[in-house]
């Protein structure tokens, strides 16, 4: 599974090397990949970062002719009936209702700027409401269907759904990740051999 993150350096590092928030461009990101040496061995250790799904962007639009913001509006959204999800902070902005960011500062909720995430893309720049969310969900739990309309295969589903990687926790109860999601709890403890 390439849209996983557990297979590159560590997201601090990669930031600092790659510059993916406003420098590059996806493409650029993507041909530069070939730089960076892993920190870990492949599987070997689950660390977070981005840099595969900007790398499955790619791809859709290698293979499809279409880029990631038109096929996820085309193939999911619009089937899904998700009017109200976005997929860039400037076509949020532009709806005529939104929440804004906040972060706790000084004991209370202070509103900050918002976080431009549009390099990043099918890493972290779906902005969407709880209403259009659920719609995903029972596509979910619908074995990919909505309605009499198939949105993801069963055996996609599936894969989505499989657990990838073992997230240690020290000596608590390790996490399954799966498809860019936990995936529960592993039910074991794990221990150095």
């Known amino acids: 599974m390439l849209a996983a993150r557990a297979a590159y350096v560590p997201w601090a590092e990669t930031d600092t090397r790659i510059r993916i928030r406003a420098v ?4 650029e990101i993507v041909e530069r990949l070939r730089y960076l040496q892993p920190s870990q061995d492949f599987r070997a250790a689950w660390q977070y970062q981005n840099l ?8 859709i639009e290698h293979v499809t002719g279409r880029t990631w913001e038109e096929f996820v ?3 999911i959204f619009q089937p899904l009936g998700m009017e109200r999800s976005t997929l860039s902070i400037e076509s949020l902005t532009r709806m005529s209702d939104y929440a804004l960011p906040y972060q706790k500062g000084d004991g209370r909720a202070e509103e900050i700027s918002f976080r431009n995430l549009d390099t990043l893309g099918p890493a972290g720049s779906i902005n969407s409401t709880i209403g259009d969310m659920a719609q995903w969900l029972l596509s979910h739990l619908g074995a990919g269907r909505h309605g009499d ?24 109860l390790s996490t399954l990740y799966a498809g860019g999601i936990p995936a529960g709890a592993a039910g074991l403890r794990t221990h150095a051999l």
């Open 73 to 75: 509006t085309e193939r």
């Open 149 to 172: 309309r198939r949105i993801v295969s069963a055996g996609q589903l599936a894969q989505l759904h499989a657990p990838q990687m073992v997230m240690e926790n020290g000596d608590k």
């Open 24 to 27: 590059f461009s996806r493409r």
């Open 52 to 59: 595969t799904y900007i790398t499955a962007d790619y791809l």
